[in-house]
T-cell receptor, first 116, second 112 residues
Framework: EAGVTQFPSHSVIEKGQTVTLRCDPI?????LYWYRRVMGKEIKFLLH????????ESGMPNNRFLAERTGGTYSTLKVQPAELEDSGVYFC??????????????FGPGTRLTVT | AQSVTQLGSHVSVSEGALVLLRCNYS??????LFWYVQYPNQGLQLLLK??????LVKGINGFEAEFKKSETSFHLTKPSAHMSDAAEYFC??????????FGPGTRLSVLP
C-alpha cells in the first residue's frame, strides 16, 4: 500500500510569487490534514478535510493560504502571494474516519518551502 | 485546549545507555497520545500510541511509553540506545481523534 505522498519535496520561490503544494493521501482515507513547521517552532495544524469538505480550518494563518480537495482525493495548498514567514516544512497526513478506530495519522515526507 | 510540552529540546546519550524523552500534556478530555519520530530527510513515522487501552505501550524499535494520568505524562523510553536512534522525536495529543497538537520536539543524539 502506497503511503502519503507530497509534491514537490522542495520549493524555492521569491517573495510575492505563488506556490502550490500537493498531497496524495492513502487510498480510501477520508481524512486529510495539513500541518506546518516553521523553522525552530513546533508542528502546527493548518486544516482538516473530511472527503472534499473542510472540517476545520482554524489553523490557516491568513487568506493568502487556500486549500482544496476536489473529489475528495488529493489536496492542494496554494500560497499566494508568498511571504518570507511562510518558509517552513508543510506536512500532509491522512487517516481513516475520525472518531473511530485508533486515530493514527499517516504522514507524508513533507514539502520544504523556502521563500527568499 | 490541548497542549504538549517536551522537556529538553536536545538530549544526548551514549550508545547503550537508557533513553528517556519527556512529554507532558494538557487536555480537557481523555487524550489519545502519540510519539512520532523524524529521521533526517524523512517524514514523520509513528513510534507508538496510547488510545485508552493498556497504560504501558510498546512501539517499534524497542521504544515504549507509559501513560500516567496523575502526572499528565507520556514519557518515551528505550533501555539501550543505538546510533540509529538519532533523530527528532515528537509527542502529540489529539482529543477525539481530531487534529494533532504537537510538542516542540526533542532532538536525540547518540554518542559512540
Amino acid at each position: 500500500e502506497a503511503g502519503v505522498t507530497q509534491f514537490p519535496s522542495h520549493s524555492v520561490i521569491e517573495k510575492g510569487q505563488t506556490v502550490t503544494l500537493r498531497c496524495d493521501p492513502i487510498s480510501g482515507h477520508d481524512n486529510l490534514y495539513w500541518y506546518r513547521r516553521v523553522m525552530g517552532k513546533e508542528i502546527k495544524f493548518l486544516l482538516h478535510f473530511v472527503k472534499e469538505s473542510k472540517q476545520d480550518e482554524s489553523g490557516m494563518p491568513n487568506n493568502r493560504f487556500l486549500a482544496e480537495r476536489t473529489g475528495g482525493t488529493y489536496s492542494t495548498l496554494k500560497v499566494q502571494p508568498a511571504e518570507l514567514e511562510d518558509s517552513g516544512v508543510y506536512f500532509c497526513a491522512s487517516s481513516n474516519s475520525a472518531g473511530t478506530g485508533d486515530h493514527e495519522q499517516y504522514f507524508g515526507p513533507g514539502t520544504r518551502l523556502t521563500v527568499t | 485546549a490541548q497542549s504538549v510540552t517536551q522537556l529538553g529540546s536536545h538530549v544526548s546519550v551514549s550508545e547503550g545507555a537508557l533513553v528517556l524523552l519527556r512529554c507532558n500534556y494538557s487536555s480537557s478530555v481523555p487524550p489519545y497520545l502519540f510519539w512520532y519520530v523524524q529521521y533526517p530527510n524523512q517524514g514523520l513515522q509513528l513510534l507508538l500510541k496510547y488510545t485508552s487501552a493498556a497504560t504501558l505501550v510498546k512501539g517499534i524499535n524497542g521504544f515504549e511509553a507509559e501513560f500516567k494520568k496523575s502526572e499528565t505524562s507520556f514519557h518515551l523510553t528505550k533501555p539501550s540506545a543505538h546510533m540509529s536512534d538519532a533523530a527528532e522525536y515528537f509527542c502529540a495529543v489529539t482529543p477525539y481523534g481530531q487534529n494533532f497538537v504537537f510538542g516542540p520536539g526533542t532532538r536525540l543524539s547518540v554518542l559512540p
